[in-house]
């Protein structure tokens, strides 16, 4: 898009003046994903070093007790199940949210938020029983490691799920524009990444945990 204008010079007739300027902010296709995807690289710094130190700090127990002892599969089997449902009724919302349905897009949504707010009462109610017994993070090296990697990320289901609230409302008022489903991706990128690392966490901290 270009404006002309014509202006005098002393001593000579009108002369052309091109102006050329751009009528909005160039924003290039798919840029916010692309930022996002470095976010989570970001965010997969801070866990690689959480799971590092936990692997150096996980058999210092300072004559505490083991993971042996506190960890309890049944318990952590439990908060893995909803946390993996969450996901699959995310990309059920996902798929709802490409066919403009809104209504159907926001049950699956708030199916997704509920087994979310199960995975975090089931965690916060096993911190609070290793705390009450006195197994807290000040106990050995072991929990300090334990509970920085699991709070840490219990910290980011919060925040997803607080995010995921923020969404609703937002389709609720504004319905399936653009900038919603660009925001509803971002999300569900988030989502599926807490996945893959808690995954990791039931693995390496559980999993190896209960090992002798």
């Known amino acids: 898009?270009?404006?002309?204008?014509?202006?005098?010079?002393?001593?000579?007739?009108?002369?052309?003046?091109?102006?050329?300027?751009?009528?909005?902010?160039?924003?290039?296709?798919?840029?916010?994903?692309?930022?996002?995807?470095?976010?989570?690289?970001?965010?997969?710094l801070i866990f690689a070093c959480l799971f590092?130190?936990?692997?150096?700090?996980?058999?210092?127990?300072?004559?505490?007790?083991?993971?042996?002892?506190?960890?309890?599969l049944p318990t952590v089997a439990l908060n893995t199940t909803l946390l993996l449902l969450s996901s699959i009724t995310y990309g059920f919302a996902v798929l709802e949210m490409q066919r403009d349905r809104?209504?159907?897009?926001?049950?699956?949504?708030?199916i997704t938020g509920l087994l979310g707010l199960g995975f975090l009462t089931?965690?916060?109610?096993?911190?609070?029983h290793l705390i009450a017994e006195g197994n807290g993070p000040q106990r050995s090296a072991?929990?300090?490691?334990?509970?920085?990697?699991?709070?840490?990320?219990?910290?980011?289901?919060?925040?997803?799920i607080l995010?995921?609230?923020?969404?609703?409302?937002?389709v609720m008022k504004k319905g399936l524009i653009h900038a919603n489903k660009r925001r509803l991706l971002c999300l569900s990128m988030f989502w599926h990444f807490l996945d893959v690392v808690w995954v990791g966490v039931f693995s390496f901290v559980y999993l190896m945990g209960v090992l002798p």
Request: proline share 5%; charged share 15%; hydrophobic share 45%.
């Open 1 to 44: 898009m270009s404006d002309m204008s014509s202006t005098m010079t002393p001593g000579s007739g009108p002369t052309e003046k091109l102006l050329f300027h751009e009528a909005q902010d160039y924003h290039p296709a798919n840029g916010t994903l692309l930022g996002f995807w470095v976010y989570l690289m970001s965010d997969c």
């Open 52 to 72: 590092a130190a936990y692997g150096v700090l996980g058999r210092e127990y300072a004559g505490g007790p083991t993971g042996a002892e506190v960890l309890e």
């Open 102 to 110: 809104k209504n159907p897009m926001l049950l699956w949504l708030v």
């Open 122 to 128: 089931v965690e916060l109610r096993e911190f609070a």
């Open 142 to 160: 072991f929990l300090t490691s334990f509970f920085s990697l699991v709070g840490t990320h219990g910290l980011h289901v919060t925040c997803g």
């Open 163 to 170: 995010w995921l609230i923020v969404l609703m409302v937002q």
